[in-house]
């Protein structure tokens, strides 16, 4: 059974709908058949297992389930972990949209193992901006080649996402800085899977000013240069819903030396290369994990049979395996024109892709198990395990009502709407069908820009939801104006079009009408 999207159907996509040209289609298909290839005979049969068996701490350390180890090693081998660092630092150097079609497979195949490289990758790409030339001498190469795994070192017991309350402190020690604090949620915070691990950990410096803008950058390694253990700690791993392989790990960092990445101070504007290049793995997460649900579903209900035929053929069956088929069509495509998109566009859609693209996982998975019915409630056929997996994807790397406040806040408000108003305007003149929808948002957004704060945040996700959902069917408006589209692509497509888009309705009538519930101050009881 095939648990990835087609790699063609992807390289199609990016070239034909999204106007990828700085590699030829066949470059593409050859990457993505590759990643595929890996996904499917390497990761894909350790999903299952590494689900039951999950990840086990003692005294420490951390162990993964069997065979995790050698996938990374095989992963690393092939140059994925590189794949777009730059040629000098050991990597191949091909444009990030490439490196991102490719982690989908994997994320499909076993979402818990691609965490690993994802965090690795997004680990080079704030190196490669932020890091000095000595820095990247000495880090890069060793993460580029798999050797060392990286880590995002935020979050701490009493700030949660609300990073201007981090207490880990910095204290200086000779050319170096003794690292003090505990950090929570650290995926891959300790594994045994490589020979060592790379900490980009937030901090406070002697006399800093508080709030965000006195928050500081370090690079704190497992192991130091002299191959002593430094002091960060991997304390407990959480149990959780889903992503049972995964190590989700709390750190105590007891005086760990580490140096300074970046300027004095600007360490929360120097991780946005790292959690911005984060935001766009998860929201592929979301469309892998759409994906793989579908591919379990359609395989499912092509051999189950009801009333004498496979309940494939029953509509309302049908209706849910396209609408799956369909979320993952529309969350790749906005997730990948995010990625090639620039300056204020890539900014604004960075935060719709990922939260749009998270939510349609959750959905589609969900969706996934209702196709299998009773069966799909027990864990034997695989289906819940999808749903489980996917829910942590609207949460993590800023929960999704944050990329909402990001994009009403920044994508909206602070420009007076101008960014949102040329995409407007581009999808206006280019898709005449969708203009209904595009005056629905126009409509939206005038309404945010003039409404009361409070009434304004109460609308932020609808508003989001709405934006996501017009720019995944404009795109998929493209889909079919091409006459090569794939046949599976075409249907997808024009699902989309005919039974998601018309939620941006109801979406902006529930935003310009937002009870007194919802913008009070009240307990709730």
């Not at 990643?35 to 999950?54: F, I, M, Y």
């Not at 604090?181 to 300790?190: A, N, P, R, S, V």
């Not at 009773?374 to 790397?397: C, K, N, S, W």
């Not at 109460?458 to 794939?486: E, I, K, N």
Request: with cysteine; glycine share 12%; hydrophobic share 50%.
């Amino acid at each position: 059974m095939p648990v990835t999207a087609p790699p063609a159907e992807t390289a199609w996509l990016l070239h034909h709908v999204l106007g990828f040209d700085s590699m030829d289609e066949a470059e593409t298909l050859a990457v993505l058949e590759e990643s595929t290839k890996l996904a499917e005979g390497v990761l894909a049969p350790l999903d299952a297992p590494g689900d039951r068996a999950g990840a086990r701490f003692e005294a420490g350390q951390v162990t993964l389930p069997d065979g995790f180890p050698a996938a990374f090693h095989a992963y690393a081998a092939g140059g994925w972990v590189g794949i777009a660092a730059a040629e000098a630092h050991g990597g191949h150097g091909l444009p990030e949209v490439v490196a991102l079609a490719a982690f989908e497979p994997v994320s499909s195949a076993n979402m818990a193992f691609g965490l690993c490289p994802l965090l690795t990758q997004d680990a080079i790409k704030l190196l490669e901006t932020h890091g000095t030339a000595d820095q990247q001498t000495r880090l890069l190469r060793p993460m580029v080649e798999g050797r060392w795994t990286g880590t995002m070192c935020l979050t701490e017991p009493q700030s949660g996402s609300d990073l201007s309350g981090v207490r880990t402190r910095a204290e200086p020690d000779g050319d170096g800085y003794r690292i003090t604090g505990q950090k929570i949620y650290i995926t891959y915070g300790e594994h045994g899977m490589t020979e060592n691990i790379l900490h980009l950990v937030l901090a406070r410096l002697p006399g800093a000013p508080p709030g965000s803008a006195g928050i500081s950058l370090f690079a704190v390694p497992k192991f130091l240069p002299n191959r002593a253990r430094n002091a960060a700690i991997c304390v407990s791993i959480e149990h959780k819903l889903g992503i049972h392989a995964s190590p989700t790990c709390v750190m105590a960092f007891e005086g760990a030396l580490g140096e300074l990445v970046g300027p004095p101070h600007r360490g929360l504007a120097c991780m946005f290369a790292m959690m911005n290049a984060a935001r766009l793995g998860v929201a592929t997460q979301g469309v892998a994990v759409a994906e793989r649900a579908f591919r379990r579903a359609a395989a499912f209900a092509a051999e189950r049979r009801q009333g004498g035929a496979s309940i494939d053929q029953h509509p309302d069956v049908r209706r849910m395996l396209w609408t799956m088929r369909a979320l993952a069509l529309g969350g790749r495509l906005l997730t990948l024109y995010a990625a090639l998109a620039e300056g204020p566009r890539g900014d604004l859609l960075i935060p719709v892709a990922k939260a749009w693209s998270t939510d349609a996982g959750v959905e589609a998975a969900s969706l996934g198990i209702q196709v299998h019915g009773g069966m799909g409630f027990v864990e034997e056929t695989g289906a819940a395990q999808h749903l489980r997996d996917a829910r942590i994807a609207p949460i993590y790397e800023g929960t999704n009502g944050i990329q909402s406040l990001t994009l009403l806040r920044r994508g909206l408000l602070r420009d007076q709407g101008a960014a949102v108003a040329a995409l407007l305007d581009e999808i206006d003149a280019e898709a005449p069908a969708l203009a209904g929808a595009v005056a629905a948002i126009r409509a939206a957004a005038a309404w945010l820009r003039g409404a009361e704060p409070r009434a304004a945040e109460a609308g932020a996700s609808p508003f989001l939801q709405m934006l996501g959902t017009l720019t995944a069917g404009w795109l998929c408006a493209r889909v079919l104006a091409q006459g090569d589209a794939p046949a599976a692509a075409r249907s997808a497509a024009s699902v989309f079009l005919d039974q998601i888009v018309p939620r941006i309705g109801m979406q902006g009538a529930m935003l310009a009408a937002p009870s007194e519930a919802l913008v009070g101050a009240g307990a709730i009881a």
